[in-house]
């Protein structure tokens, strides 16, 4: 069964508003430490992946394109976690 | 070869939806916008317990609510070029300016966080995070604002293209903002 554009467009943006409330719920609970970071960040990241992907429209594009933003999506939700567990092991 | 340089005259940008032009404005954006958020999560390495100190001062509420604003705003976009492609041109104007009335929510909101931070006392001289809040924040402002008018101009020449061409800076916009989000008002 093939999914309409309209529709997936539309699953695409109950799928971010989920992950975003899941975002804020974490924020609002006041809950941090790595591992909650690291959760919000990797909801952020599937976030921007379906908005390259439905959104931008980047699914039917040659792979190089979205290997590109993929990884700068991955390059700027890795790096704040990274430099969130570093500063946790300075202490 | 000639013939595939004439049939693709901006060679793999040629693959992009939209006017290849645009993607390199895109590209640019997202190498500036990547050094900035990287530059704020080194700076937080380097001064944790100054920027714990400042998200507090944060409402993660009103951001959230604007994630929520401009995540809808991009669903009417990219539905908006869905109804262009089946020639619908009115629902498509409709849903272009249904996406520009959230971006000027977005705004609104952002000024009335800014007006707040000023009441009580806190300015880009603050300290590094405010600094790197208000620039960070700031320069992506101005683009929602430039996104609009893009928008907006797309609206009135609403050929697929133009279209395509429109709502692919709106959605890097976005795209950026779903990022700065949790980096600036939920991880510490």
Redesign the interface.
Known sequence: MTIS??RR??L??LL??VL??F??G???LGM?GLAV?GL??A??FA??RW??L?????RG??T??RTL?LS??A???I??????A???LRG | MIAEHEDRPWGELSDLPGHPMMWVLILTEVVTFGLFLLTFAVARAVQPSLFAAGQTQLDPLLGGMNTIVLITSGWLAALAVDASMKSRRIRARALLAGAMALGFVFVAVKIAEYVEKARVGIGLETDTFFTLYFLLTGFHLLHVLLGIVILALVAMHDSLDNLKTGTAFWHVVDLVWVVMYPLIYLIG
């Open positions: 554009s309209a467009i539309t695409t943006w971010l508003v975003t409330l975002g804020l974490a924020g609002h941090d970071n919000v960040l909801a952020a976030k921007g908005m390259l439905d959104f931008l429209k980047l594009v040659p190089g394109w933003f700068w999506l390059f700027v939700t790096a704040p976690w990274l430099a969130a570093i500063s946790l």
